[in-house]
């Protein structure tokens, strides 16, 4: 996470904290109840997360991308005996955090590139992989290859589940671009956001979904694109590959 960072209390929610990068929201926090979320997207993984898990609870999720440790704190309210491991970049961000808004339960967190603590990760070795990494408003550039998506499908098991946060604005080319390159090392994908953004009408997050993609019932604001439909999405986009980062 770049830019200037800072813990800023919700004078609405005695244990609110919103997390903020150069003045730009990034995470929100409520000590008190990890299952208030404040933004849409996250609330749209957290029903990603209870839908996988009718499947059966995931026994380790793989965190790309600390923030607040809002989803971390999700889990282990739900699934407790859930082993996390947090990768981010950022140790004075982490330092903050475990300083100033620490979790409830222990969550063991790795000071480190994403790609790289993935590499070294073992095949198989998750349930779920949650990928929310971005240094300004985009993914770092080597977080959105096909080698990386193929690393990330080598260390899920054979029923698990990739959940991606991707910002974009209209026409939603870089969504394309990322939905193309993911689905080149993966046979199931799928993407979830509101229909405005889906659709191209404004800018915000999707949630790009890869593996065993749950079924999910949608509100009438929102869209879960797959097979045909994302085909049509991409609209021919290339994947992205390391040598053309």
Do not use: C
């Not at 005695?14 to 979320?37: F, I």
């Not at 082993?83 to 339960?105: G, K, N, S, T, W």
């Not at 405005?196 to 993609?213: C, D, P, T």
Request: no cysteine; hydrophobic share 45%.
């Amino acid at each position: 996470m770049a830019g200037r960072v800072e813990l800023v209390p919700d004078p609405g929610r005695a244990d609110g904290w919103t997390l903020l990068a150069d003045g730009v929201p990034q995470s929100y926090v409520d000590l008190a109840d990890p299952e208030h979320l404040e933004f849409g997207y996250v609330r749209q993984i957290a029903r990603v997360l209870r839908s996988h898990a009718r499947g059966g609870v995931p026994e380790s999720v793989l965190h790309l991308g600390g923030g607040g440790l809002t989803v971390p704190r999700l889990v282990a309210r739900w699934w407790p005996g859930a082993a996390q491991v947090v990768v981010e970049l950022d140790a004075d961000l982490v330092a903050m955090v475990l300083r100033e808004i620490p979790p409830e339960r222990p969550v063991e967190i790795v000071v480190g590139d994403a790609r790289e603590a993935v590499e070294r990760a073992a095949t198989g070795g998750y349930d779920v992989v949650v990928a929310d990494v971005f240094a300004g408003a985009a993914t770092p550039a080597h977080l959105g290859t096909v080698e990386f998506a193929r690393e990330v499908r080598r260390v899920l098991r054979p029923d698990g589940l990739l959940i991606m946060n991707v910002t974009d604005v209209p026409p939603m080319a870089f969504t394309r671009i990322r939905v193309a390159t993911v689905a080149a090392a993966f046979a199931e994908v799928g993407l979830l956001g509101d229909q405005a953004v889906v659709r191209g009408r404004r800018a915000g997050n999707v949630i790009v979904l890869a593996g065993r993609v749950p079924p999910l019932r949608m509100s009438r604001d929102e869209r879960l694109l797959r097979e045909g439909e994302l085909v049509v999405f991409s609209g021919g986009a290339r994947p992205w590959m390391d040598a053309k980062r």
